[in-house]
Nanobody, 123 residues
Framework: QVQLVESGGGLVQAGGSLRLSCTAS????????MGWFREAPGKEREFVSA????????GYSDSAKGRFSISRDNAKNTVYLQMNSLKPEDTAVYYC????????????????WGQGTQVTVSS
């Protein structure tokens, strides 16, 4: 059984930064792709960013491109999401997910999900 635990969320002013972390246990982390999604109130969960098992392939949503940066440390079983220049519209619960990398931008591409961490950006 895989467990994913996110941390690093919080309240930040517009223009500020946060770094989210997601630590995995229970499976060989280094062989799986990892993704970050977010879900704002009243909206569907949406793709934010994904990284392949080796870290060589990375993708971002249009809203995240240029402001967010994903990385992973396989020795620590951890994936990170550095979020800069945050905007009020980035307010959401952020989820990390673990999958096989076939459809990294789709929810269906992931087998395991964390419990989420709240990010709130004030204007």
């Amino acid at each position: 059984q895989v467990q994913l635990v996110e941390s690093g969320g919080g309240l930040v002013q517009a223009g500020g930064s946060l770094r989210l972390s997601c630590t995995a246990s229970g499976r060989t982390f280094s062989t799986y792709s990892m993704g970050w999604f977010r879900e704002a109130p009243g909206k569907e969960r949406e793709f934010v960013s994904a990284i392949s098992w080796s870290g060589s392939i990375i993708g971002y949503s249009d809203s995240a491109k240029g402001r967010f940066s994903i990385s992973r440390d396989n020795a620590k079983n951890t994936v990170y999401l550095q979020m800069n220049s945050l905007k009020p519209e980035d307010t959401a619960v952020y989820y990390c997910a673990l999958g096989r990398g076939y459809e990294p931008r789709r929810l269906a591409g992931y087998d395991y999900w964390g419990q989420g961490t709240q990010v709130t950006v004030s204007s």
